[in-house]
Structure formats: structure tokens, C-alpha cells
Nanobody
Framework: QVQLVESGGGLVQPGGSLRLSCAASGSIFSSYSVAWYRQVSGKQRELVARISTAGSTSYADSVKGRFTISRDNAKKTVYLQMKSLKSEDTAVYYC????????WGQGTQVTVSS
């Protein structure tokens, strides 16, 4: 079973940047596509960005051009570089495999506010 630990969230002003990290345990990390999701309280979790085992990426329209997902298989870590942040990016951010099939971590809170 893979365990996930997200970090890097915080409070940032609109237009600012943050870099999220997600460290995974287990040896199967490199065999799966991985993704970042986010959830606002009371709403469904949504897929933000996904990266395949080969490094191909895809993004939700709302973050395209502002967010960049990357992975380091040797470190079993996936990153989300976020720039030009908007108030609507405020959410708890989670990582998981591309289908959301691993156990969810605790997430990391991102708050965009002046």
C-alpha cells in the first residue's frame, strides 16, 4: 500500500507562487501515473493535474498555463508548481495515482488571499 504525505501549502497573496510536494512510500510509485487533486469544503474533489509514467502531463482548464506538475521517481515525489495564484485556487490539495486509487493523505491547505 502506498502512503502519501503532501506538504508545501500555505497562505499566499493573489498572483503569488507556491510549490507543493508529495512524498510516496512503496516501490510501485514509478509504475503509476500520479496526479494532484484539490477539494474545497462541501464540494467534490477535482483533478488538477496528472503526469504519466513517461512524463506526459495534462491539466484542468482552470489551471492550464499557471500550474506545472513534475515527478522524481528516484525520490518517489511528485511536485506541483503553482504561479499566478487566484483566490479560487484556495483548497486542500492532495496527490494520488491518476485514478485516485491509493489511500488519501492528509492534504496540504493552500489559501490565496490578500
Amino acid at each position: 500500500q502506498v502512503q502519501l504525505v503532501e506538504s508545501g501549502g500555505g497562505l499566499v497573496q493573489p498572483g503569488g507562487s507556491l510549490r507543493l510536494s508529495c512524498a510516496a512510500s512503496g516501490s510501485i510509485f514509478s509504475s503509476y501515473s500520479v496526479a494532484w487533486y484539490r477539494q474545497v469544503s462541501g464540494k467534490q474533489r477535482e483533478l488538477v493535474a496528472r503526469i504519466s509514467t513517461a512524463g506526459s502531463t495534462s491539466y484542468a482548464d482552470s489551471v492550464k498555463g499557471r500550474f506545472t506538475i513534475s515527478r522524481d521517481n528516484a525520490k518517489k515525489t511528485v511536485y506541483l508548481q503553482m504561479k499566478s495564484l487566484k483566490s479560487e485556487d484556495t483548497a486542500v490539495y492532495y496527490c494520488n495515482n491518476g485514478g485516485g486509487g491509493w489511500s488519501w493523505g492528509q492534504g496540504t491547505q493552500v489559501t490565496v488571499s490578500s
